[in-house]
């Protein structure tokens, strides 16, 4: 439908176009196929957490020479993400075609791929001149840019995506569960495959390896697309309902008034505050793995002994997130957040305090914990835009999603930086054999233990004192959504 016939329509045409109740219900297929974006993201994730190690342990980079690596990275992504979620907003080209976020969606997850893999061939060597360390920190910061790029394109506008496609409780409760049985599938198999083709290809301490792993990850994400197109496809209601919003001007509104409000939501900003610390405690633990598998406790990359206590926790992580689904309906999603919140910071302190013999048995708990995070962080998230967007009568999602991807950009920024510390203290150097003390093996156990604890029991803190959407409010303001035509 064009502009002008837009314009042409009546008031009541518009009125109903506008009515959300008009909207025709999604068919089990499309929550399926919208499950299949975990996934295809996960399989980048995966390969993309041993960047970290393959840099130290296969680059020789120096610990601070990486915390400067990320520290670029991470403000490249911190402009990047509210730059392409305002724009996103904005942008009116694509919409009566291939829809708001599709477009967008889609052409990052294509081209990402393929930095990835990018990001794992060591350009000085392939130019013959493999002890110029300089080209090779060159080589490392602009392709990590580029794929972080295409991810923030992607990423933004799939969680802008989220609380638009699915309108309610009821249809993300359905997408969410769909989700978390897909994810559990691919995680499992996952955990298990990439160490298995690293280990086959020639292990953690071979540089041909990382390169073939990535490509065959990558070959998977695309086959993982082809579904996912579907399930984040924008039908032709969709299309017309945010042209119209365009024409209206509720997509869009100056840069200073839109930052204005998003810093000034209370709940947004719990919700950002929270989920930041969360994400500086998650890196702490899952990069920080690697390290203490391979270097502290001896581990080769496909052993059982590395890789059980990974499936445990993502199997955990699926129970847990179907147990918190029916507690956040009937209590909400502030009181399950702060529960799970609380269960994942003891996890990290309990994994100080017992032996490495008891590191299973304590992931089954561990698990819980995360999988509760993980769907009340969803709930949150779609509940804080819902509030936003009745106060202020626009969807600018995108715009708030990049601001929240500003304080995680340097969610790994501020690992390397705590590894480089405690690296420095303890003498550690990944790679050289001769630092791997009792010392440094108390320094590693520290990374993914105590220092994610403190960092995240500030989060739930906060999380507990700003956040104050409780269930009869999120309920009611779906309610309100559909009376205003948002």
Same mark, same amino acid.
């Given at each position: ?335 399950? $957040?702060? *529960?799970?919140?609380?269960? @994942?910071?003891? &996890?990290?302190? /309990?994994?100080?305090?017992?032996? +490495?013999?008891? =590191? ?82 108390? $320094?590693? *156990?520290?990374?993914?233990? @105590?220092?994610? &604890?403190?960092? /995240?029991?500030?989060?739930?803190? +906060?999380?507990? =004192? ?21």
């Amino acid at each position: 439908m064009k502009n002008k016939e837009w314009k042409k329509m009546s008031q009541l045409e518009k009125n109903n176009t506008n009515d959300l109740k008009s909207r025709s219900s999604h068919n089990n297929a499309k929550y399926w196929a919208y499950a299949m974006g975990g996934p295809v993201g996960l399989i980048l994730v995966g390969m993309w957490g041993r960047f970290q190690y393959y840099a130290a342990h296969i680059l020789l980079f120096p610990q601070i020479t990486i915390t400067l690596i990320y520290l670029i990275y991470s403000t490249v992504d911190a402009f990047n993400d509210p730059a392409i979620g305002y724009f996103a907003d904005r942008s009116t080209k694509f919409t009566e075609k291939y829809g708001k976020r599709f477009p967008w969606i889609i052409t990052g997850r294509i081209i990402q791929p393929i930095f990835l893999v990018l990001c794992f061939i060591p350009f000085a060597s392939v130019v013959n001149d493999p002890e110029n360390l300089a080209l090779s920190i060159f080589w490392v910061i602009l392709i990590m840019s580029l794929y972080e790029t295409m991810g923030t394109i992607t990423e933004v506008n799939q969680a802008a995506l989220f609380p638009d496609l699915f309108r309610g409780q009821q249809e993300r409760t359905k997408s969410i569960r769909a989700a978390q049985v897909v994810s559990i599938v691919f995680q499992v198999s996952r955990a298990i495959f990439i160490p298995v083709i690293l280990g086959m290809l020639g292990g953690e301490d071979d540089q041909n390896a990382y390169i073939g792993t990535a490509i065959i990850s990558a070959i998977l994400m695309y086959i993982m697309l082809v579904p996912f197109s579907y399930g984040a496809y924008e039908n032709k209601e969709m299309r017309a309902f945010r042209v119209q919003l365009d024409l209206e001007g509720k997509n869009i509104s100056p840069l200073k008034e839109t930052l204005g409000r998003i810093f000034k939501d209370r709940n947004w900003m719990a919700y950002v505050i929270m989920f930041s610390l969360y994400s500086v405690a998650g890196v702490c633990f899952l990069n920080g793995l690697p390290f203490f598998f391979f270097d502290g406790l001896g581990y080769d990359v496909d052993s059982p002994a590395a890789m059980l206590p990974q499936i445990i926790v993502l199997i955990m992580t699926f129970v847990g997130s179907l147990l918190f689904i029916p507690l956040v309906k009937k209590y909400g999603a502030r009181k399950c $957040g702060i *529960l799970s919140l609380f269960m @994942l910071s003891t &996890f990290f302190l /309990l994994m100080f305090f017992l032996p +490495v013999a008891f =590191l299973n048995y304590l992931c089954v708990f561990g698990g819980l914990g995360y999988g509760g995070v993980i769907i009340t962080g969803i709930y949150v998230s779609a509940e804080s835009i819902d509030n936003a967007v009745i106060k202020s009568g626009q969807r600018e999602e995108g715009s708030y999603t990049g601001v929240l991807r500003v304080f995680t950009a340097y969610s790994y920024m501020f690992q390397t930086l705590i590894f480089a510390i405690v690296s420095s203290v303890t003498g550690y150097i990944s790679g050289d054999p001769n630092t791997y003390t009792e010392v440094a093996y108390m $320094g590693l *156990l520290i990374q993914i233990s @105590l220092i994610p &604890f403190v960092i /995240l029991i500030i989060g739930v803190i +906060v999380f507990a =004192l700003m956040y104050n959407i409780n269930k009869e409010d999120a309920l009611q303001n779906a309610e309100k959504l559909k009376e205003l035509g948002l």
